[in-house]
């Protein structure tokens, strides 16, 4: 028994998290756009703006977390996950999945909100009816059956490490129709390292609880049931008052590892038929620690104009957080992306922690098999 499956096993409590970071190179990348632009260069009404956003003056194109978790959730279900069926109410500008975790993993790992009403049964099961003078008199009583689930998977927006300059965004195109007119059009691109995070909470997969509390009705009193057929039920970590049905381990570890291992098969973005870029990670580090911050967010950073890694920050977040990892690091990068930073210096500068270094796929097929020790 290795010393953190030690610590794991004499942990009180297990708030363990997977935190990560990692870095996405791409070229002539318009992956999330938001329509036009009022800064298009040609004058055109046919244009459209790739996100951007602005900090200490300086400009750095952004793919929103949303558009990121799209992806991540699509990934999903090309791995073999049934995902969620989706309902738009189109009069209502709303969209809801079938918030049902139980039956689809995706909706416990991306969270939910859904707001209904159902008829109210009596013990027997017959349906209780609206008396008195009311106006719904012998109408069917209806109650509150609205539940929302706070995702235990939380990723950041993916930026641009280093800034980008709005003039050189544009690029000019035309569409060729069938009968052989073109249509000028003019979109924005960019060629950066992306970065970004995600934290995904262990304790809270496949744990759902059903206090009456928006983001803590998870689910029904039926579904709670359901769960505690072939799960257990769990105190919550802060509040032992707080009961929580939780699904076998083995369904939450498989949950948790199939997540993570989507990341070695992730595709997305917009203008893929002519901007067609790779959104899977060129670099991604990932670890276990007893709770919910994320070490990682500052190891990417500029540099003469260029995206690098910053070998003394990341060294810093290990050796500030020793006491709070619950397993080794885990570094995964392409080869021919920064092969100029040597990752040998962090293995040797520390030597109380394990550090493993290989390829993308490999990290994270490494990573995930020690999930059995921490999913508990």
Do not use: C
């Amino acid at each position: 028994m290795n010393s953190f499956e030690e610590i794991v096993k004499n942990d009180e409590v297990k708030n363990y998290f997977v935190h990560s970071s990692i870095l996405i190179d791409v070229d002539g990348a318009s992956l999330n756009n938001w329509g036009s632009d009022a800064t298009n260069t040609q004058g055109m009404d046919n244009t459209s703006a790739v996100k951007k956003v602005t900090k200490n003056g300086r400009t750095h194109s952004v793919v929103s977390g949303q558009a990121w978790r799209y992806w991540w959730r699509e990934s999903l279900g090309l791995n073999g996950w049934s995902l969620s069926p989706v309902t738009k109410v189109s009069s209502k500008n709303v969209a809801y999945t079938d918030a049902n975790p139980l039956e689809y993993a995706d909706d416990d790992i991306f969270g939910y909100m859904r707001a209904s009403k159902d008829e109210l049964k009596d013990e027997e099961g017959n349906v209780v009816l609206v008396g008195g003078k009311s106006k719904n008199k012998d109408k069917p009583k209806m109650v509150d059956i609205t539940v929302t689930r706070i995702s235990p998977l939380k990723n950041s927006i993916l930026t641009s490490v280093t800034s980008i300059n709005k003039k050189e965004l544009n690029e000019r195109s035309s569409m060729t129709r069938q009968d052989g007119d073109s249509v000028l059009y003019e979109k924005q691109s960019y060629s950066t390292v992306l970065k970004g995070m995600f934290s995904l909470d262990l304790d809270q997969v496949g744990t759902f609880t059903k206090v009456n509390r928006s983001g803590f009705k998870n689910v029904t009193d039926t579904t709670y049931d359901k769960v505690l057929e072939s799960g257990s039920e769990v105190d919550d970590l802060i509040n032992p008052n707080v009961k929580r049905a939780r699904l076998e381990n083995s369904i939450r570890r498989d949950r948790a590892k199939e997540t993570i291992l989507a990341l070695k098969t992730i595709a997305g973005g917009a203008k893929r038929t002519t901007n067609y870029v790779s959104v899977k990670p060129d670099f991604i580090i990932l670890a276990v620690l007893k709770g919910g911050n994320n070490i990682f967010d500052n190891i990417a950073v500029e540099e003469n104009g260029r995206a690098t890694l910053s070998i003394d920050a990341l060294k810093e977040a290990i050796e500030d957080n020793k006491e709070y990892l619950r397993s080794d690091i885990y570094i995964g990068k392409m080869s021919g992306f920064m092969d100029d930073v040597s990752l040998n210096i962090l293995k040797s500068e520390i030597s109380d922690i394990e550090i493993h270094t290989d390829s993308i796929n490999k990290t994270i097929d490494n990573f995930t098999k020690i999930l059995d020790t921490v999913v508990v």
